[in-house]
């Protein structure tokens, strides 16, 4: 069986960057606030009427494609993590597809809606279709805009100030060479959690996950079909922005962060110390320097980049992973660990030799 390497990797950011001062002018908040909180400094923004969630992934395949020494007719499948969408449905997938001029050759697209985790989870579903020799070039790409879609005003703040635009992608291919390729995934859930971190309006429940929460619908009475989907009152309220549990989701996350990344390091029969580089996906300074300290690891074990790009939810992973070995932070053979926590709640990691 083969295993699966990271043959060639990308990201793409907008170039218009936004500071925590530029983001005082529109809401009550400040630079020190926000890096208090979450490290953050700045965050990239894509230009509105131009760029989409599929765009910016394209931007980041070419590069992936182009360093893996391969063309996007070479591709012969695609996957697409991410939860800004260009559409409701289809998928990115598809529409990133088109972009890059490869629907001729009819490769599948598959997009995933795994949020934070979404990068980790489609890695590890290249790796059973690379490992059972199904596929030789698989394009995985996270990218998020959040940029389009976040409440930019005092209310939304605790939201808003996290979130950034971005992409990262990479090729994935076979590989029997030694002390090379993923040596396992590791995808968790607790779906229990759910409305903690999540973004519920419009959407198709009906308020039954929630009944205490008025959400303005009709009665059956006044709309016999339908009427569920988007309401006056969450128009009116503002009731259609994503919502986040900070306190909630921050003490979740450092027990699951530190938890997968064990657990994929004691299968394998390494211990953190053995690690060149752990990329943890970029929810929070603050969150990954209380990974880092309970582990016990070096600065320069560790790489964020958050307080540039904010969080990049699906695109922070492969993004930050792009930065690193574009630093030559990371050689061949370097054994790296990526691992992620998000909405739903999902979290997972993976353990890879570079």
């Not at 002018?25 to 990239?44: A, F, L, Y």
């Not at 090379?180 to 308020?207: C, K, V, W, Y």
């Not at 690690?275 to 996906?281: A, S």
């Given at each position: 069986m083969y295993k699966t390497k990271i043959a060639g990797i990308?990201?793409?950011?907008?170039?218009?960057?936004?500071?925590?001062?530029?983001?005082?002018?529109?809401?009550?908040?400040?630079?020190?606030?926000?890096?208090?909180?979450?490290?953050?400094?700045?965050?990239?923004?894509?230009?509105?009427?131009?760029?989409?969630?599929s765009i910016l992934g394209a931007k980041a395949a070419k590069i992936a494609i182009e360093r893996a020494g391969i063309t996007p007719d070479d591709v012969d499948f695609i996957i697409f993590a991410?939860?800004?969408?260009?559409?409701?449905?289809?998928?990115?997938g598809v529409l990133m597809q088109r972009q890059l001029g490869m629907s001729k050759n009819e490769i599948g697209a598959l997009d995933i809606r795994n949020q934070c985790s979404g990068f980790v989870y489609g890695l590890s579903i290249a790796d059973q279709f690379i490992k059972t020799g199904m596929y030789k070039n698989i394009l995985l790409v996270g990218a998020e805009m959040h940029s389009f879609g976040l409440d930019f005003s005092t209310r939304g703040r605790g939201v808003t100030v996290i979130f950034g635009d971005g992409a990262g992608a990479v090729i994935l291919?076979?590989?029997e060479e030694e002390n090379?390729?993923?040596?396992?995934?590791?995808?968790?859930?607790?779906?229990?959690?759910?409305?903690?971190?999540?973004?519920?309006?419009?959407?198709?429940?009906?308020?039954?996950?929630?009944?205490?929460?008025?959400?303005?619908y009709p009665t059956k009475e006044e709309n016999e079909y339908g009427g569920l989907f988007l309401t006056d009152k969450m128009w009116?309220?503002?009731?259609?922005?994503?919502?986040?549990?900070?306190?909630?989701?921050f003490k979740y996350a450092v027990t699951k962060f530190p938890a997968v990344i064990m657990e994929a390091l004691q299968q394998n029969g390494h211990t953190p110390q053995d690690?060149?580089?752990?990329?943890?996906?970029q929810a929070n300074l603050r969150i990954s320097q209380f990974v880092q300290k309970r582990m016990k690891l070096r600065d320069d074990q560790v790489f964020n980049n958050i307080q540039k790009y904010g969080n990049t939810t699906a695109a922070s992973i492969p993004i930050a992973l792009s930065e690193a070995w574009e630093a030559g932070k990371i050689q061949r053979g370097d054994l790296v660990c990526l691992a992620a926590f998000g909405s739903g709640f999902t979290w997972g990691s993976a353990l890879l030799q570079w």
């Open positions: 990308g990201h793409y950011v907008p170039e218009q960057v936004v500071t925590n001062e530029d983001l005082s002018r529109h809401m009550e908040t400040s630079d020190e606030w926000i890096q208090e909180r979450t490290g953050i400094k700045e965050r990239r923004y894509a230009k509105k009427f131009e760029e989409t969630t991410t939860l800004s969408p260009d559409y409701y449905f289809p998928g990115s291919q076979p590989t090379q390729g993923i040596m396992s995934t590791h995808l968790h859930a607790d779906g229990r959690e759910a409305e903690h971190l999540a973004f519920i309006n419009p959407g198709a429940h009906g308020g039954v996950h929630n009944p205490e929460h008025d959400y303005g009116e309220e503002g009731d259609y922005y994503p919502n986040m549990n900070g306190k909630h989701v690690l060149k580089m752990l990329i943890p996906h």
